[in-house]
């Protein structure tokens, strides 16, 4: 047990400790907040049995720093078209931590719900979740989720890209 007259002494040592031992800056990320993106920008088209998923509802589920999240909600155009915006936030790490994001996309469709892309997502940066933006983003919502290997988390998607810009 430490004793109370010595405990400002032990809080020095730890605040000392991280400010050595931290890479990059320490003192200023040990007090500062930092930017992160919980959601890259998504934009594509969903399909339904190869046809546009026209009026599909489309939510995405973003969890990070607590169970409840954050969720948005689009509805697909009459061509199967989406844009759900990026979603950013910020903390003030009080230790060396790393990032973690819970992404779930879910469709909403005649009826029916559809899971088309799950992720821990681990780099905080925008278009971290594929290393880079998508390009011709399409989701058959009646596919199979398949697992994509990415450098940052982990991916299982019903979506296909023909591209990614860098």
Known sequence: ???????????????V??????????AMAFFSKKEVVVGSPMEGVLSYKGKPASGAQLRRHLRWK???GVTDTVVADQNGHFSLPAVTDSWRPLLPAEFVAHQKVYVEYQGEEYLIWTMGKMDESLYGELGGKPNDLICEITGELA???VDHGMLGTVCRWSSIDR
């Open 1 to 15: 047990m430490i004793r109370p007259r010595r405990l400002p002494s032990v809080l020095l040592g730890i605040a």
């Open 147 to 149: 697992r994509v290997e």
């Open 66 to 68: 607590d169970e409840t």
């Open 17 to 26: 400790f991280f400010l050595i031992c931290s890479p990059q800056g320490a």
